[in-house]
C-alpha cells in the first residue's frame, strides 16, 4: 500500500472517531450510513474492481443480510448469532450467482445479476409471511455487547465503525495474499490467468460469494441502525447506486469504497440546499466526473503523476533534439 493511501486511511479513521461526537443525531445516523456502505462497497469493489466481474445485485445481498438478521431478531435469536448467520447465506447464494459469470461477461452478465436482484425483491414484497411485504419489518432491536446496550445512536456508529475497520484489515490481507494478485490476474486477462496455473472457475465464484459476504453483514448492520427494513431499500435502483459509488471512487483502489460511499451517501445531503434541483446537481456533478475521471477520484494522483512524467520526458527530448542539431548541421 502506497505511503499517501496510509495517510488517508489514518486521517479518514481520525476523522470517524472525532466528527461524530460532535454531531446531533442526523448527523451521527448520516455518518453511520456512510459506514455501512463503505462496508457493502469494500465487497463489491472485490468482485468489480478486483476480479473484473460485472455485478448489478449487490442489494440484493444486501437486502439478504437485512432480512436474515430482521427475521432471526423477531424470533428471538441474538443479533451476534444472526450477523454470522447473515453472512453464512449470503456466501451460498454469491457462489450460485457466480456460476452464471463462468459462462457470459461484461453487459450479459450484469443483466444477469440485475434479473437476480428483481427476482429476490419480488420475493421480498410479496411473501409477506416471511418479510412483511410491502409493510416490511418494523422495532428491529440493537444488540448488546458484554453488559453494554447499543441503543444509543453514537455507540452503535462505533459498533458499525469497529465492523467496518476490522473487516477492512481482512480485505486488505486478502488482497496482499496470493489470492489478491490471482483476483487481479482473472481482472486483467483470464486466458493469460488461467495459463498461468491460477483456477479462473474458482476464483470468479469466490469473488462473487466474498463480496455478497460484505453486503450480507453491512445489510444486518443496516436493519439494526434503522430499526425498519421493507424491500424498497433493496431495488435494482439501489443496486446501481452501490455500483456507482465503487466507479466513483476508484474501482481497484482500495479507499475507493470511502470516497465513493460519500459520493453517494453525504454528497446529496450537502446539496440539499438545492431543493428540488438537488438530485439534478447530484446527477450532473456524477456525469461530469466520469467524463474527466473515468477511474474514479482515487485515479487522480496517478494521472498527476503520469502527465508530469510525460512533461519531463517531452523535455528530455526536446532537449537531446536540441543538443543533436548544431553538430547535425556541422556535417551537412
Not at 474492481?49 to 424470533?75: C, E, R
Not at 435469536?77 to 463462468?102: D, E, K, N, T
Not at 474501482?251 to 439534478?280: C, D, H, K, M, T
Amino acid at each position: 500500500m502506497k505511503k499517501a493511501h496510509v495517510i488517508l486511511g489514518i486521517a479518514a479513521l481520525a476523522a470517524m472517531l472525532v466528527v461524530p461526537g460532535l454531531l446531533k443525531n442526523y448527523g451521527i445516523h448520516l455518518f453511520t450510513t456512510w459506514l455501512v456502505f463503505i462496508i457493502a462497497t469494500m465487497g463489491l469493489n472485490l468482485t468489480v474492481g478486483y476480479a473484473g466481474q460485472k455485478s448489478l445485485g449487490h442489494a440484493a445481498f444486501f437486502g439478504i443480510g437485512a432480512y436474515t438478521v430482521a427475521i432471526l431478531l423477531k424470533a428471538g435469536i441474538s443479533f451476534w448469532i444472526g450477523l454470522p448467520a447473515a453472512a453464512l447465506l449470503c456466501f451460498g447464494v454469491g457462489l450460485l450467482l457466480g456460476f452464471p459469470a463462468l459462462r457470459v461477461q461484461t453487459i450479459y452478465l450484469a443483466f444477469a445479476t440485475l434479473g437476480f436482484n428483481t427476482a429476490l425483491w419480488l420475493v421480498m414484497r410479496n411473501e409477506e409471511w416471511l418479510t412483511g411485504g410491502t409493510f416490511g419489518i418494523n422495532n428491529i432491536a440493537r444488540p448488546g455487547l458484554f453488559g453494554f446496550s447499543l441503543d444509543g445512536n453514537l455507540a452503535y456508529y462505533y459498533l458499525v465503525l469497529a465492523f467496518a475497520v476490522v473487516l477492512g484489515a481482512l480485505l486488505w490481507g486478502l488482497l496482499r495474499s496470493p489470492w489478491g494478485k490471482a483476483f487481479t490476474a482473472l481482472r486483467d486477462n483470464p486466458i493469460r490467468a488461467e495459463s498461468l496455473g491460477v483456477d479462473i472457475r474458482s476464483y470468479t465464484l469466490m469473488s462473487f460469494a466474498i463480496g455478497a459476504v460484505y453486503a450480507g453483514i453491512a445489510g444486518g448492520l443496516y436493519a439494526s441502525q434503522v430499526q425498519f427494513i421493507d424491500p424498497a431499500t433493496f431495488t435494482v435502483g439501489s443496486s446501481i447506486m452501490m455500483y456507482l459509488m465503487v466507479v466513483v471512487g476508484g474501482p481497484g483502489y482500495f479507499f475507493g469504497p470511502l470516497l465513493g460511499s460519500a459520493v453517494g451517501v453525504i454528497l446529496p445531503e450537502w446539496l440539499r440546499f438545492a431543493q428540488a434541483w438537488y438530485l439534478f446537481v447530484f446527477g450532473a456533478a456524477v456525469v461530469l466526473l466520469m467524463i474527466w475521471l473515468p477511474d474514479g477520484l482515487l485515479s487522480v494522483p496517478e494521472r498527476l503523476r503520469a502527465r508530469r512524467q510525460s512533461r519531463e520526458e517531452s523535455a528530455a527530448r526536446a532537449a537531446r533534439a536540441a543538443t543533436h542539431t548544431p553538430s547535425n548541421g556541422g556535417q551537412a
